[in-house]
């Protein structure tokens, strides 16, 4: 079942953030994962969530995630991430 990432990110350190930024992409691709929105502008609608800069993947399914986000090289790349930013991630199923 297709599965959803929305990350919020709060980067602190954005020359480090960059590094990671384009190190990122090639796990997301490597575990079948898809950029669907990137940082681009957005709008509360409603409720007082204040989210940084939103990042939107699709993934085949939430296991893949899970499997991306347990990558021992991957790991060494998330640390530049933990370096630079304060980061909320979740996971959500698709419908189908």
């Not at 384009?22 to 007082?48: C, Q, T």
């Not at 993947?57 to 991306?68: D, E, G, H, V, Y």
């Not at 991957?74 to 370096?83: L, P, S, T």
Request: hydrophobic share 45%.
């Amino acid at each position: 079942m297709t599965a959803y990432m929305i990350v919020d990110i709060d980067i602190n350190d954005a020359a480090t953030y960059q590094e990671y930024r384009e190190k990122a992409p090639a796990f997301v691709a490597k575990y079948g994962g898809e950029y669907l929105a990137r940082g681009g502008d957005h709008e509360i609608i409603e409720g007082d969530w204040k989210p940084h800069r939103l990042v939107i993947f699709r993934f085949p399914s939430r296991q893949a995630i899970r499997n991306l986000f347990a990558d021992p090289e991957y790991k060494k790349v998330a640390q530049i991430r933990w370096k630079s930013a304060k980061t909320i991630a979740v996971a959500v199923d698709g419908l189908v």
